[in-house]
């Protein structure tokens, strides 16, 4: 309390000490200390000193980030006094002076004025418009035309033909000078524009041309319906542009002093700036790593490869990793009779020596190619709908990398006795692989022989022959079920850069979106909360296991992305959602009659009994409930969320022993009243998720007017009156199985009795439900009352909010 009373008075003095304005006119202009604010509140325009540096500089920041510029008006020219002001004359030009006369920055305008005035918008834009008649038209001038390091949604990169205007970035010297440091990014003008980094004059490293859809280095940079880019060839205008649909988050590529091009996220949740691209980061994003005539590929090693019928120039040199000379051609072209060689997967070459045309299609590419002997090589211009246009290299390729995450097909000139050569090699070459392959398939046979032998009759003792081919090998299988890891770039385009369009629901642990990615696969997308204390090496081990437990009634775990603070788990795609959706749905809940819900339980109970019994681990749910039950395409449950309890640690020391996990409704009584946990807890659950599922009531929602008690307490009641069949879902109509839904009805009881000794274990539950020997009787069920869950609430809110499932959203 104390506290935020001083925050409160410091904020306070702060605020009365500057003064905001919302525009400036010859009449207003803005001193050191006062801030011009955006429209919507995003940006502000003021004074600010940089870093350690005393001076002062006129900037835009984020109001939600200040120490994150924009924009710098005076970035080569530090003024060295406090009051400096910011006027506009009567002719709509900007000057900044020192407080005398002496102007540090002006901007320009090309016609003047009558009734000037500077706004900044909400865009992060300052623009100087001309006010006739009270109405606002008329730009004069705009801030975004003349970038420093940073490009915002909405700016323009690259060139007004007309006017000859370029719009680049160039990065700070320091985080101290916001002066024009040695590094920018722009728009190269020559062949085929592209876009480039550079160091002083010579390009360090390209984002590429344009394939329709991304820049061709930049594959992962897709159209989405929240992230769109635009790139623009016309004979006015030359430019790249992007676009956020999503007023919740900023995006910002930055140029840095340290000569990376990065794209930045922030988003209020997080309030901070997380790095999704920081290029270059591979070895193939360096330009022209591997010299002319050569493909760079940073999974192989060495990176370098020279083209088919190239060799190295320097062969020793080469063979020393030095590969900045190329390849030349062993033989050389004979012009008109020669052939193409098609590359897959590429990104395209350097095209500052290309010539392009948007109109002819790939046949007419190659007879153009072909009729000149100085052309090199042809591609699509346009990779959409198949391709179209033309782009044709002449002389030597430069900057050619393998692409794993699209890429394009190029067609590489060769003289002809290359491709007949080639074609002899390709015989061999398949000849070699199914030889290899057999032998190869005859020693893992024989290592797996080794291993299983190995476990069963002997015990571990130093290292044999055989301990040392079992390492090899027992070891070499087990790498190759390492789930893959997905880059964050990749999954931050597939989900439309988590945008509120593809979430999917709010799990525990977090929340979930849909994506897609490039080769359509869709994904479920996982974005684990990010209190989670475990370290990452430790989830990732984790991750490991659970991905290791496969069955098909469990979502199947495709892999996980660990990258900074963010925990990501990828799941297939289930287009229908979880049971919940249908059965607690008046519409949807017919949709599901007697034969599929029984399926629907059984395959539930199938789930469950291998995470218990059968799985290498014995994994305990812990959150058992109809929301996590997933129903696939042909309406087959598959249980979701295994295993993550454990990951998050429910049971570990300090204040946190008291965490809840689970969801009131299907927690245990035993759980939190004594804190213990077994595989009958999940049974409870269970026998909760067989009761709704045949009544398609929610166990913690039901109210019947003249009784207090919950959906067990109603299913035993009305059990014991031998009036179990009043408890069925009306809406399954004529598809009951009298005698199936009565067991179902008496096995879910037994479930979900007080004593955990007394429910059974998953293995009888199945052979329950699908042999009709007579049941035993069950005990009464336990009761719990709703009142139970607020003590434990508590508890778990201080110590996470991971636990989202009872505290945050159901106890609402
Ligand atoms: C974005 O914010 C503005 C106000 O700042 C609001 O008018 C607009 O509707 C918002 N757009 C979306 C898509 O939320
Ligand atoms: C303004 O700048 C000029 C030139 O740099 C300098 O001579 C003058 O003292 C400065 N005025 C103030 C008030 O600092
Ligand atoms: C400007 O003011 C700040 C604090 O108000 C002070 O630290 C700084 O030295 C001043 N700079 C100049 C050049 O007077
Ligand atoms: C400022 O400079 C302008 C032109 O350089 C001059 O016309 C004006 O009189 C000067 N004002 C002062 C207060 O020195
Ligand atoms: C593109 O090719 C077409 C058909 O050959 C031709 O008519 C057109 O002039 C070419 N355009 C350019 C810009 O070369
Ligand atoms: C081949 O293309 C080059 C490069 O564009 C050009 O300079 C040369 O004139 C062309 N040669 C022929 C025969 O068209």
């Given at each position: 309390m104390m506290r935020t009373r001083v925050i409160c008075f410091l904020l306070l003095v702060y605020i009365t000490k500057s003064f905001s304005l919302d525009m400036i006119t010859p009449s207003q202009s803005m001193k050191d200390g006062d801030t011009l604010v955006s429209a919507g509140g995003t940006f502000e325009l003021g004074f600010f000193s940089p870093g350690d540096s005393s001076g002062r500089y006129l900037g835009i920041w984020y109001k939600q980030s200040p120490s994150t510029l924009t924009w710098v008006a005076n970035r080569n020219k530090r003024i060295n006094s406090n009051s400096s002001v910011l006027e506009i004359n009567n002719q709509g030009v900007l000057v900044l002076h020192n407080g005398s006369n002496n102007t540090f920055w002006s901007s320009k305008v090309s016609k003047a004025a009558e009734n000037p005035v500077a706004q900044l918008l909400d865009s992060g834009n300052l623009v100087v418009r001309d006010r006739n008649g009270g109405k606002l038209e008329n730009l004069l001038w705009q801030s975004f035309d003349y970038p420093c390091d940073t490009l915002l949604p909405g700016m323009k990169l690259g060139w007004n033909l007309e006017t000859g205007l370029n719009r680049f970035l160039t990065c700070w010297k320091s985080t101290d000078d916001p002066d024009s440091g040695d590094y920018s990014f722009k728009i190269d003008l020559r062949g085929y524009p592209q876009a480039v980094q550079l160091k002083g004059d010579s390009i360090i490293s390209r984002a590429g041309s344009w394939n329709g859809l991304s820049f061709t280095a930049l594959p992962y940079h897709k159209q989405s319906p929240v992230f769109k880019s635009e790139f623009v060839l016309n004979e006015k205008e030359i430019f790249y542009e992007f676009q956020v649909l999503d007023n919740s988050t900023f995006f910002r590529y930055v140029m840095t002093s340290s000569g990376n091009r990065q794209l930045l996220h922030w988003t209020s949740e997080t309030n901070v700036w997380e790095t999704l691209i920081t290029i270059p980061s591979a070895r193939c994003d360096n330009y022209a790593l591997c010299g002319e005539n050569s493909v760079c590929n940073s999974v192989n090693t060495p990176d370098c490869a020279c083209l088919e019928g190239f060799a190295p120039k320097v062969q020793r040199e080469w063979d020393m990793s030095y590969w900045s000379n190329g390849c030349v051609r062993i033989t050389p072209l004979s012009c008109s009779k020669d052939g193409f060689m098609k590359y897959t997967g590429i990104v395209l070459p350097d095209t500052s020596s290309s010539r392009y045309n948007k109109t002819i299609d790939l046949q007419e590419c190659e007879s153009l190619c072909l009729q000149n002997c100085s052309c090199t090589a042809y591609a699509n211009l346009d990779k959409r709908d198949g391709g179209s246009g033309c782009l044709l290299w002449f002389g030597d390729l430069i900057d050619m990398r393998q692409s794993y995450e699209g890429g394009q097909d190029i067609y590489i000139r060769v003289p002809s006795s290359e491709l007949e050569h080639n074609k002899k090699i390709y015989k061999k070459k398949l000849v070699g692989i199914i030889t290899g392959s057999a032998v190869f398939m005859i020693c893992l046979i024989l290592g797996l022989a080794i291993c299983l032998w190995k476990n069963k009759f002997e015990k571990p003792a130093g290292m044999s022959k055989v301990g040392f081919w079992k390492e090899l090998l027992c070891r070499r299988v087990e790498e190759d079920s390492d789930i893959p890891t997905f880059d964050l770039s990749t999954i931050f385009y597939a989900t439309n850069c988590f945008s509120s369009y593809n979430k999917f629901g709010a799990g525990g642990f977090g929340l979930v979106y849909k994506g897609v990615l490039a080769d359509g696969t869709e994904i479920a997308v996982k974005r684990l909360?990010?209190?989670?204390?475990?370290g990452q090496q430790e989830f990732k081990t984790e991750v490991q296991l659970i991905a290791k437990l496969q069955h098909r009634n469990l979502v199947k775990l495709l892999g996980c992305c660990i990258k900074q603070k963010e925990k990501l788990l990828i799941y297939e795609f289930m287009p229908n959602r979880s049971l919940d959706h249908f059965i607690f749905d008046d519409g949807r809940?017919?949709?599901?009659d007697w034969t599929k819900r029984f399926q629907i339980i059984s395959g539930i109970a199938r789930g469950l009994l291998y995470l218990h019994h059968d799985s290498r681990l014995r994994i305990i749910h812990r959150d058992l409930k109809t929301s996590n039950i997933l129903l696939d395409n042909d309406m087959n449950p598959k249980i979701s969320d295994f295993g993550l309890a454990r990951t998050f640690g429910g049971d570990q020391t300090e204040a946190c022993t008291k965490r809840v996990m689970g969801t009131h409704g299907y927690i245990s009584p035993e759980y939190p009243m004594h804190g213990s946990f077994s595989t009958k807890s999940d049974v409870f659950s269970f026998g909760v998720i067989m009761l709704e599922v045949v009544s398609g009531m929610k166990n913690k929602e039901l109210s019947i007017p003249h009784q207090f008690v919950n959906l067990l307490g109603h299913a035993w009641e009305l059990w014991t009156k031998e009036r179990?069949?009043?408890?069925?879902?009306?809406?399954l109509g004529d598809s009951v199985d009298e005698a199936q839904v009565l067991r179902c009805i008496h096995i879910g009881l037994l479930c979900v009795q007080e004593r955990p000794e007394n429910r059974p274990n998953m293995s009888s539950v199945i052979h329950m439900l699908n042999d009709d020997k007579p049941l035993a009787r069950p005990k009464q069920p336990a009761f719990y009352p709703h009142q139970e869950s607020n003590s434990s609430t508590k508890t778990s809110e201080m110590c996470s909010n991971n636990d989202i499932s009872i505290t945050l959203l159901e106890a609402r």
């Open positions: 909360s990010k209190n989670s204390e475990q809940r017919k949709l599901l179990a069949m009043e408890l069925v879902d009306k809406s």
